[in-house]
C-alpha cells in the first residue's frame, strides 16, 4: 500500500518534533510543507527531504496527492484551517487547543463525523511514558484511591532553552490569538489535561492568574493559581510561577512542570516537562514506607509528539482509533476556558454545563 502522504502546515518551533515522528514511521511521508514565509517553507522542505512547499493553504489543499495535514499554525488559526482541510477530503493531526471556542470544535466535530475523517489532536502527554505508567500504577490500585493531585509548573529564563524566533512569541501575547494568554493556552493546559488523563473529568474550576510585564508592553499570565474538582470528588490544585532570572536548563523549552497525587495509600511524583531542573526519577512512588524510583523509564517529553504521529497514521490506516479525538479536545478546549473566564470573573466555574455536540 502507499505510504501516508502528509503535509506539514505551519514549520515553525515544534514543528520538528511532529516531523520527526513521521521520518521515524515507515507508512508515512512528509509529501509537502507550507508556511507563509517563503524562506522558512523552502528550508523545512529541504530538511524534511519533501517534494514540495507551499506558501498558500489553499494551494496546498488542492493537492490530490496529500492524504493528511498536520496543523501547527498559531492557536487562532486552527478551527478554519482543520474545517477547510476536512472539506477538502483530508485527514487532520492539529496542535492543541482544538479552536478557540467550543462553538468551533462542534462544527469540526460534525464535519469529520460526516466526512468519516480523522480529526486528532496532538496530545504529546497521552503518550508520556512516565504519565502512562503512572495511570496504570494508580488504577492497578498501587496507591490506593486518589484523594489529591497538584501540579507544579516553574517557567524559567528564555536562556535555559532552544532558541526561539521572536514571531514564535509575538502572537501568544495577544488573547485573541492564543486564546488567553501564553502560559495558559500551553503548560497549563498541558497540567489540565494531564490531571484529567490520570482522574477523569474536572466539574469545577477556581482561578487566579496574574498578569507580569516582561517587556514593556508585554505580558505573561503568570503568577497563576488554580484549583478545581473532578467528577469523581477528588481536588486538584495548580501553581504557575515565572522566573525570569532562573536557568532551567532544557532541550527545548525551560519548564519544568511536575504532578503529584496522592492517594489514600501512597504517592505518586511524575515529570512531565522538559526541564531538567530535579534529579529525582521522571516516575517515583511511595507506598509502605518505601520510595519506588523508576529510573529506567524514558521520560523524554519530546518522544511523546512522535508517539502521537504514530498514533495518527494508525488512525487513518483503521489500525487504532484516534488518542485524542476531536470530542476529547472538546473536553480539553472547555477546561482551559473554564479557568480563563474563572479568573475574569472571580467565581468557581462549572465545566460541562454546555451544549455538547
Ligand atoms: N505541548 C504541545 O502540545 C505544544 C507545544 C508547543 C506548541 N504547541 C502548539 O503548536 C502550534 C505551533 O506552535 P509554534 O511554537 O511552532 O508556533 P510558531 O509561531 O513558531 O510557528 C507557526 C508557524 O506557522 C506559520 N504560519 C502562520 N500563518 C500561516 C499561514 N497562513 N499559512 C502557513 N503557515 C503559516 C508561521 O510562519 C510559523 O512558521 C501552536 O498552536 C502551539 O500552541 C503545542
Redesign the pocket.
Known amino acids: 500500500m502507499t505510504r501516508v502522504q502528509v503535509a506539514i ?7 520538528s518534533l511532529h516531523a520527526k515522528g513521521y521520518e521515524e514511521d515507515e507508512r508515512a511521508e512528509i509529501r509537502a510543507v ?4 517563503e524562506d ?1 517553507a523552502i528550508e523545512h522542505a529541504l530538511k524534511w527531504k519533501a517534494q514540495d512547499y507551499y506558501l498558500s ?1 489553499k494551494d496546498l489543499l488542492r493537492d490530490p496527492a496529500i492524504h493528511a495535514v498536520s496543523i ?4 487562532y ?2 478551527a478554519s484551517c482543520v474545517m477547510e482541510a476536512l472539506r477538502a477530503g483530508k485527514h487532520v493531526h492539529v ?2 487547543p482544538i479552536a478557540l471556542t467550543l462553538a468551533e470544535a462542534d462544527q469540526i466535530i460534525g464535519e469529520a463525523r460526516r466526512r468519516n475523517l480523522v480529526a486528532e489532536v ?3 502527554l497521552f503518550f508520556h511514558a512516565p504519565l502512562r505508567e503512572a495511570r496504570g500504577y494508580l488504577e492497578g490500585g498501587e496507591v490506593g484511591d486518589p484523594v489529591g493531585v497538584r501540579i507544579k509548573i516553574c517557567v524559567g529564563a528564555p536562556e535555559g532553552g532552544w532558541s526561539i ?1 521572536p ?2 512569541w509575538l ?1 501568544r501575547f495577544d488573547p485573541q490569538k492564543s486564546g488567553g494568554g501564553p502560559f495558559l ?2 503548560s497549563t493546559y ?1 497540567a489540565l489535561v494531564a490531571a484529567s488523563f490520570m482522574l477523569g473529568r474536572l466539574e469545577l474550576i477556581q482561578a487566579w492568574i496574574g498578569r507580569t510585564e516582561i517587556y514593556p508592553g508585554y505580558y505573561v499570565d503568570a503568577p497563576a493559581t488554580m484549583m478545581w474538582r473532578h467528577g469523581r470528588g477528588c481536588m486538584g490544585s495548580l501553581e504557575l510561577t515565572y522566573s525570569p532570572e532562573m536557568y532551567i536548563k532544557s532541550e527545548t523549552y525551560p519548564t519544568e512542570t511536575s504532578l503529584e497525587l496522592t492517594g489514600t495509600r501512597g504517592m505518586l511524583w511524575v515529570r512531565l516537562s522538559p526541564g531538567q531542573m530535579s534529579s529525582r526519577a521522571p516516575l517515583e512512588m511511595y507506598r509502605d514506607g518505601r520510595v519506588f524510583s523508576f529510573n529506567e523509564l524514558d521520560g523524554s517529553w519530546e518522544k511523546g509528539f512522535e508517539r502521537s504521529i504514530r498514533n495518527f497514521v494508525s488512525a487513518i490506516l483503521g489500525e487504532s482509533q484516534p488518542a485524542c479525538s476531536a470530542e476529547l479536545a472538546r473536553r480539553h478546549l472547555e477546561m482551559a476556558l473554564a479557568a480563563r473566564d474563572s479568573s475574569l470573573a472571580q467565581r468557581v466555574q462549572r465545566i460541562g454545563g454546555s451544549q455538547q455536540s
Open positions: 502546515v505551519g514549520a515553525g518551533q515544534i514543528a507550507c508556511d507563509e514565509r522558512v493553504y501547527l499554525t498559531p492557536n488559526m486552527h496542535a492543541r496532538a496530545e504529546p524566533r514571531e514564535s502572537w493556552f500551553d498541558g
